[in-house]
């Protein structure tokens, strides 16, 4: 069955954008369903749950979610909902439990999600309860590189499939070492920002030398970082801005003697940086092939539909507010002096309290908020930036933009979030195929 | 004058006088003469509060070394008070008006001379038309005396909220 085309927001050759989409609570609970009720979502970290029967309370869009090892050390995602009355059977950020008792009326899960123990089985249920039937609801679960995502959708084609082509960049920083990753946090707060908004502007590079330019300005002063300036930005000669089966890119060409981070180096520690980065490359170079491991640097992403920048979420909570949850990943055998510089730099940029990210907010609120009046909605948002200038690329994957610089990424968005409005099922939407050579020895799992 | 020679209530006292006079700095938006409230190697720490259950209370406040909400140096403190000169750190531009409420000190002089402090705080902040933000939290500052003067050279600063309740941090404790 083909559906009937209903969402018609972005037109790609003029890029007007319908501002509606920010606002509308109907379209809202519409996107809680058909793309947070399909997608794959990221939800975790496999080292935030290192050990048997340890938990990690998350959220899958609105619904909070337990992700936990099991006794067998099996990942599972299952919704926090008792499935006697709907009580939450955790309540607490993480710990270590063999089982969960609903603090209603006790019913007592096992951390497989399994229902255990009914009170009254036999003197008030009359031993008729099916008790196989009512464990927690579980999602699909599967890892990329130590990062767990999880979906509602049974029809759903692998993460593998889903993350296709995306995956070979996303390697560059999450792929890198043997030894994996570790993840720290979550940091959380509220931004009163619909939740597509922070994730579009992940590769809205335009932004940067204007929002940003009080702590590029300050960063370079105090710190000697090399400053940012928008003519660094406009040129396009070793930088890429592209857009792979529904996920947003930016990528740097850069020298194999070059550190692979930004936020976090700074004057007096980039010598750390350098080392660590000629101390890794052979391993790099043997996990990547030589192409990504000498040559390309992951600059700002965003994963179709809410995984922001790096590794943090932009969770939905009504069309005008998103919980932010920031993470910090870095590899576990990195040496001290790494970890303490990326951990502390990329909080104090993007945390909470970052200096970048504080001056995000109220833009934007702002541009959210004005979708408000129907007054304002007259007026589409403006995505013009680029049109006809993007498109295939010999060496890299996706539809590339010739600048750095460059409104596609943006088209390209919210082009595909009518393709999950608009679908049925997961039939309906287009997934692209797995060109890329994925030269070295890292998978998906190793 | 050494610590012994001061009587804890000339302590408390003083120091009670001290936070009052920083209270006032800060909301009067006196930031270069805040930050001589701190020594060069000040360290200003913000661990995450976290939502555990009783019997994992030890994990409710985040130690160094996992991912705080701020970690900072004398220096990042300049940076982000040089931030506010260049008239573009657009989320204090135009600038909260803030108030600091600090209470129930409670001193303890250390044997190495110094003074371990700590107090109650709420600070409300208010921006643009219609924001507003109210932090509840416990400060715990290690205090030295620098040339006569006492100077804070570690605050912790543990926030009441688990999901912190506002746009952004763009305050200081
Ligand atoms: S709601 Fe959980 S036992 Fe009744
Ligand atoms: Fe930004």
Sequence with gaps: MVATKKYDVIDQSTGALDRSIFIDEAVYQEELEKIFGRAWLMIGH????????????????????????????????????????????????????KNFMCTYHGWTFSSDG??????????????????????????????????VFATWDHEAPTLEEY????????????????????????????????????????????????????????????WGVPKRTAESQFNTEDRKHLFVNGHSLTIGEVSPEQPRYGHGVVEDNRHHFVKYQKDTLPEVEKRLGSKRARGLLLGNHSLFPNTVLGFRLALPRGPLMTEFWHFVLYDKDAPPEIKDALRWGLTGHNGAAGSFEQDDIDNWRSVTEASKSPIARRYNQKLVMGIGHSGPHEEYPGDVATRYIS????????????????????????????????????TMKD | MTISEVSTKDLWYDINHFYIQEAWLLDERKFKQWLNIFTEDVFYFIPRRKNVYRKDLSREITKYGDLAILEESKRDLQMRIARLDTGMAWAEDPPSR???????????????????AKTAFLLYKSHLEYDQDLYAGMREDILRQVDGEWKVSRRTIVLDANVLLTKNVSVFF
């Design chain 1, 407 to 442: 409104e596609s990424n943006q088209r390209n968005f919210y082009n595909r979030w009518e393709e999950f409005m608009n679908a049925e099922s997961w039939a309906d939407i287009p997934i692209d195929p797995i060109t890329a050579d994925f030269d070295g020895t890292a």
């Design chain 1, 46 to 97: 496999e080292s935030l749950v290192p050990n048997t029967n340890d938990f990690f309370h998350t959220y899958m869009g609105e619904d909070p979610v337990i992700l936990t090892r099991d006794n067998n050390g099996e990942l599972h995602a299952m919704l926090n909902m008792c499935r006697h009355r709907g009580n939450r059977i955790i309540r607490a950020d993480d710990g270590n439990a």
């Design chain 2, 98 to 116: 803030t108030r600091h409420i600090i209470a129930n000190l409670v001193v303890e002089p250390l044997e190495n001379g110094e003074v371990k």
């Design chain 1, 163 to 222: 993350l296709g082509d995306a995956r070979w960049y996303l390697d560059l920083s999450f792929n890198r070492r043997d030894g994996g990753q570790q993840a720290l946090g979550p940091l959380k707060w509220m931004e009163p920002v619909n939740w597509k908004t922070p994730v579009d502007n992940c590769s809205d590079n335009y932004h940067v030398p204007v929002s940003h330019l009080s702590s590029i300005l300050a960063d370079e002063k105090v």
């Design chain 1, 114 to 147: 399994s229902l255990e123990h009914v009170p009254g089985e036999e003197r008030v249920y009359f031993n008729e309860l099916n008790k196989s039937e009512l464990g927690l609801v579980q999602a699909r679960v599967d890892t990329y590189a130590g990062i």
